[in-house]
């Protein structure tokens, strides 16, 4: 009768970090409701670079969270598969979030004044900005401006989480 050796530890198969394995979906699910709704506070508080750290750091606490709750160590690759996780799931809360506040504005006609206002501030005689305000009285303009931003939101929170997550696989594993 034979006695099996024991199994090394790099031989136990862990479970892949993706969309399969429900622990990474669930971390990133909690992460990127955090910080979605969270996300006006570092736009308030430092603007677009505050946004970007946030997003950053989302990313790379969805990768601690993920070594806190399996004790795997993850890979740069894992880590940016854990990040994408988070960026896809926070591009796309934000971008709900975001259309649900805007409903209203477009309706109204608010988008135009609003911008209108900003743009006052910048330069009231140009005549790009003149035509800009033209295009965003139309619905079509509105819906344009709608869809401009919420590309810029899934790239800015899914390029950002994933470069966390890269980042807290990388740096954040030693003890």
């Known amino acids: 009768m034979e006695i099996a050796a024991p199994v090394p530890p790099a031989a136990i198969l862990l479970p892949r970090v993706n969309f399969h394995n429900p622990m990474a979906v669930r971390i990133g699910l909690l992460m ?50 854990m990040g994408w996780i988070t960026g896809l799931l926070g591009s796309t809360m934000t971008a709900v979030l975001f259309t649900i506040s805007m409903v209203p504005l477009a309706r109204n006609g608010g988008v135009a004044t609003m911008y209108e206002e900003r743009f006052r501030k910048l330069s009231a005689t140009d005549p790009n900005v003149q035509q800009a305000l033209k295009v965003l009285e139309s619905p079509s303009g509105v819906a344009i401006l709608i869809v401009i931003a919420l590309l810029l939101v899934f790239a800015i929170v899914t390029f950002f989480c994933t470069a966390g997550g890269a980042l807290g696989a990388k740096f954040g594993g030693r003890q």
């Open 32 to 81: 990127a409701s955090a910080a979605s709704l969270s996300s006006p506070l570092p736009v308030w508080l430092a603007g677009l670079g505050g946004l970007i750290v946030w997003w950053l750091c989302t990313g790379f606490l969805s990768v601690y969270f993920y070594r806190r709750q399996t004790g795997q160590l993850l890979t740069v690759d894992s880590g940016l598969r």
